[in-house]
Nanobody, 117 residues
């Protein structure tokens, strides 16, 4: 059974930094694109950043220049370094993984990031 376990969320003041991690288990080496999405109260889930198996990245305009996604394929883990955090970054952050062969989509349970003003 595929599991994605996020960690690293918490409370931080505006301007501060946090680093999220997401470790995948129960999945072979055929991991395709992995990424981070977020959902604030009353809002739809939105893309934050994705990273392909070869390292290609996509970022939402709202986080470009502040967030950096990275990946360690040997550990089946992705990271999200979040700098210059703003109150509007407050949300539950979800890890996502797409199996490279089946195309199946997997989600973590989420980790809460709260940025105080």
């Amino acid at each position: 059974q595929v599991q994605l376990v996020e960690s690293g969320g918490g409370l931080v003041q505006a301007g501060g930094s946090l680093r999220l991690s997401c470790a995948a288990s129960g999945i072979s080496s055929s991991i395709g694109v992995m990424g981070w999405y977020r959902q604030a109260p009353g809002n739809q889930r939105e893309l934050v950043a994705t990273i392909g198996s070869g390292g290609s990245t996509i970022y939402a305009d709202s986080v470009k220049g502040r967030f950096t996604i990275s990946r360690d394929n040997t550990k089946k883990t992705i990271y999200l370094q979040m700098n210059s955090l703003k109150p509007e970054d407050t949300a539950v952050y979800y890890c996502n993984c797409i199996h490279a062969i089946s195309g199946n989509n997997y989600w973590g349970e989420g980790t809460l990031v709260t940025v105080s003003s």
